[in-house]
T-cell receptor
């Protein structure tokens, strides 16, 4: 069974440019999460979806970050414009329901120059 | 605010010895705790979990201990192997949200 798929794996952009990350969760998982992970730190939740509804986006910096999960399956996280401080690993995870085990993808490592 | 932390950023253990990784949490209302393993270039991987109504849970080569009195969580790995080399995170669930600690990097010495 395929795990959580993320692309791209690496992205290097200049500051003020836009960037988008894509995630395909495990088939059948209705809950999808986007996390930010800075170097040496644990993941921090950005947004959680239950099917196509964003049920917790309290930690998402909405001035520059946006996310969508239009059909309740795959999801896109966008940053526009990117800042130097956005350099980090962006992790996607999915689960069957909020209280079940989360399965993480490999992440997208973003470098903003 | 709520936070979960680990006592040591790195831990070096001789191959074959037992490893103990510690974690302190601050939210006494948290009802569920998880240990994750993260290898280089990969996302965190679930190892073992424990609910707040338990104080010990065992898996294959791993044991999690929970001390609610002092809000302390530990992960014990028996007979540490080279494949155990990774960063280990504890996490707690409070207010319907999983909060991760900072991580301990486990080095295996030959």
């Amino acid at each position: 069974e395929a795990g959580v798929v993320q692309s791209p794996r690496y992205k290097i952009i200049e500051k003020k440019q836009p960037v988008a990350f894509w995630c395909n969760p495990i088939s059948g998982h209705n809950t999808l999460y986007w996390y930010l992970q800075n170097l040496g730190q644990g993941p921090e939740l950005l947004i959680r979806y239950e099917n196509e509804e964003a049920v917790d986006d309290s930690q998402l910096p909405k001035d520059r970050f946006s996310a969508e999960r239009l059909k309740g399956v795959d999801s896109t996280l966008k940053i526009q414009p990117a800042e130097l401080g956005d350099s980090a690993v962006y992790l996607c995870a999915s689960s069957w329901g909020q209280n079940n085990e989360q399965f993480f993808g490999p992440g997208t490592r973003l470098t903003v120059l | 605010g709520e936070s979960v932390g680990l006592h040591l950023p790195t831990l070096s253990v001789q191959e074959g010895d037992n490893s103990i990784i510690n974690c302190a949490y601050s939210n006494s209302a948290s009802d569920y705790f998880i240990w994750y393993k993260q290898e280089s270039g990969k996302g965190p991987q679930f190892i073992i979990d424990i609910r707040s109504n338990m104080d010990k849970r065992q898996g294959q080569r791993v044991t999690v201990l929970l001390n609610k009195t002092v809000k302390h969580l530990s992960l014990q790995i028996a007979a540490t192997q080279p494949g155990d080399s990774a960063v280990y995170f504890c996490a707690e669930r409070g207010d319907d949200k999983i909060i991760f600690g900072k991580g301990t990097r486990l080095h295996i010495l030959p």
